[in-house]
């Protein structure tokens, strides 16, 4: 309970919204940690790097958090060394999946993803379903920040496969090349999409 006066409904309000975007920032350091490690700190040099920098300033993450971060990845700070790892297997009823995850300890992951499959009738199997998935880059652009045919027409000049029209938002498709030539022509327009990520689809 947070109690009957005014200070203690905010601090107990404030206290739940401060430990959702400490969970919100400990995930993007996380990525990028592994950014940084495998394409180097300069964001100018390494497209991977770029797309979680933006994911980070859209949630308001202090420059210092991603400073340390990228310091981390690159190794010029000690810390807790992250690695990328992807299980493929099936859920219930065939359904296929990818998991992708970061993580400091491949095999007590290793044990927690297989353990979790298990416990709820699926299996992984190694290479079983990628070939089912393609790699794509996928943005989610709300739909009161620009028309649906100026969007078109700035993500297809741009090299963008589809763009569709859903309840979240215009959802724009490309292949992994042309990600980082989409990003910046939507930064062009000053054009901020709500998520911009390399996926499987």
Not at 7 to 18: E, F, N
Request: aromatic share 6%.
């Amino acid at each position: 309970m947070s109690g009957h006066s005014k200070w203690a409904t905010i601090r107990h309000k404030k206290g739940a919204l401060d430990a959702k975007r400490g969970q919100i920032f400990s995930k993007i350091a996380k990525e990028i940690i592994v950014a940084a490690k495998q394409g180097g700190g300069d964001a100018g040099m390494n497209p991977r790097l770029r797309t979680v920098l933006l994911k980070a300033r859209s949630v308001n993450m202090p420059s210092d958090n991603i400073d340390r971060a990228i310091k981390r990845g690159t190794g010029e700070l000690p810390g807790v060394i992250y690695e990328e790892i992807t299980y493929e297997g099936f859920a219930p009823g065939g359904v296929a999946m990818i998991v992708e995850l970061l993580t400091d300890n491949k095999n007590r992951t290793s044990a927690e993803i297989r353990n979790v499959f298990t416990r709820n009738g699926g299996h992984l199997g190694g290479g079983a379903v990628k070939h089912l998935f393609h790699r794509r880059g996928q943005f989610l652009v709300d739909k009161a920040k620009v028309s649906e045919d100026e969007l078109m027409t700035i993500a297809l000049d741009a090299g963008a496969e589809d763009m569709t029209t859903t309840d979240a938002g215009y959802e724009i498709t490309c292949d992994p090349a042309h990600f980082e030539a989409v990003q910046k022509a939507l930064d062009g327009k000053s054009i901020k999409p709500d998520t911009g990520e390399l996926t499987f689809l």
